[in-house]
C-alpha cells in the first residue's frame, strides 16, 4: 500500500496575500495523490469566499484534526454551501481530541444543486473518524449531505461523537445513505435533515433514511415563554418500544446534557415530552 505524505499546511501563512480559506483551496488544488492536507488551525470563511471546490477526478484527504471548517454565513445566498464536490473528498479526523466540524452553510433556493452543505451529487465523500457535518440550512431547514448517485462511504471506525445530518431524492420506504458502515458504526452516527424521517440500519449494517414504525422520531417543539424560559421537544415512540434508558443529548454552553426519558410516559401516551432549559 503506497505510503501517505501528510502535508503541514500553516494555512494562515501560506501566502501572505491569501485568508486562510483561499488558502486551504490552494493546498487542495496543489495537493498530490496520496499526500492529506492537516488542518493546523480552524478555516473560516470571509463574506467574498465561495464554496471550497473539489475538481472532477481530484482524489483530497483533509485531516480535520479537530478543527472546523466553516462558511459563518450569517444569511442564505446562493452556492452558500460549505464544499462543491466534483472528485472525491475524504475526511479524516486523526490524533484529535475534539471533533473534526464542518458547518456554517447557508444556501437559498436548491442552489449548489440540491441544497446542502457538502455537494456530492457528481462526486464521492468519505468519512471517518469523529467528523461532525451539521448547523448547515436551506432556508431555516437543516441540511447537510445530500444522497443522490454516491452514498456515503464510511472508509474507518465512526466515533462515538461523530454526526452527519443528511438526506436525499426519492427516500420512499427507505433510502440506503452509506456504503462501509458495517463494522465501522451505528445508525445514531447520522441524523436525518427532513424530520418526517429517521435513520436506522438495514440487514447489511447500512445507515436507511425513511418512515418506519419501529423507530422514535421528533413529534415537534415548543417555545415555553411562561415559568421556566425553555424549549419542550416531542418524540414519539413505537408501539411497545422499550425507553427505558433511552435519553435526548442537549449542548448547553458547550457542555453536553443528557435527558432521559420517562418510561412510565411513554407507556401512558406514546410520546414523552422533554424539556431542555
Known amino acids: 500500500m503506497e505510503a501517505e505524505t501528510v502535508v503541514e499546511e500553516e494555512l494562515a501563512e501560506a501566502d501572505e496575500e491569501l485568508n486562510a480559506w483561499a488558502s486551504l483551496q490552494k493546498a487542495i488544488d496543489d495537493a498530490a495523490e496520496g499526500e492529506v492536507i492537516v488542518l493546523s488551525d480552524d478555516v473560516i470563511s470571509e463574506e467574498s469566499d465561495s464554496a471550497l471546490s473539489i475538481a472532477s477526478g481530484k482524489n483530497v484527504t483533509i485531516d480535520l484534526a479537530g478543527h472546523t471548517i466553516s462558511r459563518t454565513l450569517s444569511e ?3 452556492e452558500g454551501c460549505v464544499f462543491v464536490v466534483e472528485g472525491t473528498l475524504k475526511l479524516i479526523n486523526s490524533g484529535a481530541q475534539s471533533d473534526g ?3 456554517g452553510g447557508k444556501i437559498t433556493g ?4 440540491s441544497g446542502e452543505a457538502i455537494d456530492t451529487v457528481s462526486g464521492i465523500l468519505h468519512v471517518s473518524g469523529s467528523a461532525v457535518i451539521s448547523g448547515n440550512y436551506r432556508g ?7 444522497v443522490y448517485r454516491n452514498k456515503i462511504q464510511v472508509t ?3 466515533a462515538d461523537s461523530a454526526r452527519i445530518g443528511a438526506t436525499g431524492s426519492n427516500i420512499g420506504d427507505g433510502l440506503v445513505i452509506t456504503e ?3 463494522g465501522n458504526g451505528t445508525a445514531s ?13 438495514n440487514d447489511d449494517g447500512e445507515a436507511v433514511i425513511g418512515q418506519f414504525d419501529d423507530v422514535p422520531v421528533f413529534s415537534g417543539h415548543q417555545l415555553i415563554l411562561s415559568g421556566s424560559l425553555g424549549m419542550q421537544f416531542g418524540v414519539k415512540f413505537p408501539d411497545g418500544f422499550d425507553c427505558k434508558g ?7 454552553n458547550d457542555s453536553e446534557q443528557k435527558v432521559y426519558t420517562d418510561p412510565d410516559q411513554v407507556k401512558k401516551t406514546g410520546r414523552e415530552s422533554i424539556p431542555a432549559m
Open 76 to 78: 442564505a445566498v446562493e
Open 101 to 103: 466540524v464542518i458547518t
Open 110 to 113: 436548491n442552489t449548489c444543486t
Open 140 to 146: 431555516n431547514i437543516e441540511r447537510n449531505v445530500f
Open 156 to 158: 474507518g471506525p465512526l
Open 180 to 182: 462501509g458502515l458495517k
Open 189 to 201: 452516527r447520522f441524523t436525518s435533515d427532513n424530520d418526517k424521517y429517521a435513520v436506522k440500519l
Open 246 to 252: 433511552s435519553y435526548m443529548t442537549f449542548t448547553v
